[in-house]
């Protein structure tokens, strides 16, 4: 009996020694994340506010034209304490003249995490901006709950960024680097997945490669007008004044 029992023990170590084998800790890579706008709703919401007639009427174009979700594709390269965060361009547009910004991918960041400095280039409107400050500091709340997202468990941590915005975060600190997609950021791991549930938008991951980056691969945005968070927002806002409610939404957009 303590034979089988000691039999049974082993077997089980080596199964966990060969599972950890198995487990890889990448400390640079390229992941290729997938928004989705749930653009539906986001017209919807815009309609049921208006009073105007022609936006119920556009709603109901767009919803005749386009599909419900509008998804673009990224990549997250990143290399120890370094990311660079990259939009890639639609091959086409949805049709219909509304068009949200918070729907749009208008920055490309960079984080330089060890130093906590984060360079964006921002496209806003007809302007190109060059964001440079503090890495933004979020107080997320870690949770018990956890997903596989790209093959790697991920646990969920929940925070408000912008006063308002909620978002949902799912991390694995199997990818040891403190980075994500946009500028969302400051978790014990990589961030696989984003969602923000009142704006209908998620990013998550779809796959993540393991290997070596060269230097020449995490190039910091360099073109645009410079300026800081504060400075951007001013900016946004004094251009947007008359925009009423959609200026609010425009200006959390572009501060992502």
Same mark, same amino acid.
């Given at each position: 009996?303590?034979?089988?029992? &000691?039999?049974? #023990?082993?077997?089980? $170590?080596?199964?966990?020694?060969? +599972?950890?084998?198995?487990?890889?800790?990448?400390? /640079? *890579?390229?992941?290729?994340?997938?928004?989705?706008?749930?653009?539906?709703?986001?017209?919807?919401?815009?309609?049921?506010?208006?009073?105007?007639?022609?936006?119920?009427?556009?709603?109901?174009?767009?919803?005749?034209?386009?599909?419900?979700?509008?998804?673009?594709?990224?990549?997250?390269?990143?290399?120890?304490?370094?990311?660079?965060?990259?939009?890639?361009?639609?091959?086409?547009?949805?049709?219909?003249?509304?068009?949200?910004?918070?729907?749009?991918?208008?920055?490309?960041?960079?984080?330089?995490?060890?130093?906590?400095?984060?360079?964006?280039?921002?496209?806003?409107?007809?302007? &190109?901006?060059? #964001?440079?400050?503090? $890495?933004?500091?979020?107080?997320? +709340?870690?949770?018990?709950?956890?997903?596989?997202? /790209? *093959?790697?468990?991920?646990?969920?941590?929940?925070?408000?960024?912008?006063?308002?915005?909620?978002?949902?975060?799912?991390?694995?600190?199997?990818?040891?680097?403190?980075?994500?997609?946009?500028?969302?950021?400051?978790?014990?791991?990589?961030?696989?997945?984003?969602?923000?549930?009142?704006?209908?938008?998620?990013?998550?991951?779809?796959?993540?490669?393991?290997?070596?980056?060269?230097?020449?691969?995490?190039?910091?945005?360099?073109?645009?007008?410079?300026?800081?968070?504060?400075?951007?927002?001013?900016?946004?806002?004094?251009?947007?004044?008359?925009?009423?409610?959609?200026?609010?939404?425009?200006?959390?957009?572009?501060?992502?």
């Amino acid at each position: 009996m303590k034979n089988i029992i &000691t039999i049974a #023990l082993s077997l089980l $170590i080596s199964l966990s020694t060969i +599972k950890a084998q198995n487990v890889r800790f990448p400390p /640079a *890579g390229v992941i290729e994340f997938e928004k989705s706008t749930n653009m539906y709703a986001i017209m919807k919401k815009a309609a049921d506010k208006s009073s105007e007639n022609y936006m119920r009427e556009a709603y109901d174009n767009y919803k005749k034209n386009n599909p419900q979700f509008k998804v673009l594709q990224s990549t997250l390269t990143f290399s120890n304490d370094k990311t660079l965060f990259t939009p890639i361009a639609p091959a086409e547009n949805p049709r219909g003249f509304f068009n949200d910004p918070m729907s749009e991918q208008n920055s490309t960041v960079y984080n330089d995490l060890a130093n906590g400095l984060l360079t964006a280039q921002k496209k806003v409107y007809e302007e &190109t901006f060059l #964001l440079k400050d503090s $890495i933004r500091r979020i107080n997320w +709340k870690l949770t018990s709950e956890v997903r596989t997202i /790209a *093959g790697y468990e991920c646990r969920r941590a929940n925070a408000v960024i912008l006063d308002s915005i909620y978002v949902v975060a799912f991390y694995t600190d199997k990818i040891p680097v403190s980075g994500g997609p946009e500028s969302f950021n400051g978790l014990p791991g990589m961030i696989l997945g984003v969602a923000l549930p009142h704006e209908n938008i998620t990013w998550f991951a779809k796959t993540v490669t393991d290997k070596s980056i060269p230097v020449t691969e995490l190039k910091v945005p360099a073109k645009g007008k410079p300026m800081d968070y504060k400075t951007l927002k001013t900016t946004i806002n004094s251009a947007l004044k008359d925009w009423g409610d959609y200026a609010q939404a425009a200006i959390k957009a572009f501060m992502l």
